[in-house]
């Protein structure tokens, strides 16, 4: 099944504890991205990736960070979390860069 | 002027009606236009897009552009109380911003 997987989908960590969100697609897709959902808010990109090694910060990168070592996988590392981090953050792939989205299921994050 | 301006709703439609959901953008060298639709509580799913001018048609879903006014809508024929959801509007310029989204109930 064609599928981004995102993993936890929920954690609670306190602030400062680094942690890494792991996102994996396995549709070959070039495009990969990040996004965090506030209400109110939408949806807003934080980081994006257009190929192994290459990205670049989006609308709200402030305290994250990301790498793009293999096509298939895009961890988001929060070095050092804080309480405006909690969020609910999403990763996303796309064969090309102005094609729709596929997303991964979520990850609930709370930092306390 | 947010880049995405979406109707936040909720727009209440009774099942079997014809709900209309509408976008404007900003940016007029915007050109790749998605629609998604997010349940509560669960990721947004792309359920059309539409590149050029005029109207697409996939089932019941029909979405519409007018790149001259900046304007992008979504139809939902015959809805369903299965379809109330948040739609999410989207837009690709130089990069893909999506609107903060209406919130769509359907009654039966």
């Known amino acids: 099944e064609a599928q981004v997987t995102q993993n936890p989908r929920y954690l609670i960590t306190v602030t400062g504890k680094k942690l890494t969100v792991t996102c994996s697609q396995n549709?070959?897709?070039?495009?990969m991205s990040w996004y965090r959902q506030d209400p109110g808010l939408g949806l807003r990109q934080i980081y994006y990736?257009?190929?192994?090694?290459?990205?670049d910060k989006g609308d709200v990168p402030e305290g994250y960070k990301v790498s793009r070592k293999e096509k298939r996988n895009f961890p988001l590392i929060l070095e050092s979390p804080s309480p405006n981090q909690t969020s609910l953050y999403f990763c996303?792939?796309?064969?090309?860069?102005?094609?729709?989205?596929?997303f991964g299921s979520g990850t609930r994050l709370t930092v306390v | 002027q947010k880049e995405v301006e979406q109707n936040s709703g909720p727009l209440s439609v009774p099942e079997g009606a014809i709900a209309s959901l509408n976008c404007t953008y900003s940016?007029?060298?915007?050109?790749?236009f998605f629609w998604y639709r997010q349940y509560s509580g669960k990721s947004p799913e792309l359920i059309m897009s539409?590149?050029?001018?005029g109207d697409k048609e996939d089932g019941r879903f029909t979405a519409q552009l007018n790149k001259a006014s900046q304007y992008v809508s979504l139809l939902i024929r015959d809805s369903q109380p299965s379809d109330s959801a948040t739609y999410l509007c989207?837009?690709?310029?130089?990069?893909?911003?999506f609107g903060a989204g209406t919130i769509l109930r359907v009654k039966s």
């Open positions: 996303a792939s796309s064969p090309i860069l102005a094609g729709g989205y596929t």
């Open positions: 549709m070959n897709h070039e495009y």
């Open positions: 990736s257009m190929n192994v090694e290459v990205t």
């Open positions: 940016d007029r060298v915007s050109q790749s």
């Open positions: 539409i590149y050029s001018n």
């Open positions: 989207a837009v690709y310029g130089n990069k893909l911003v």
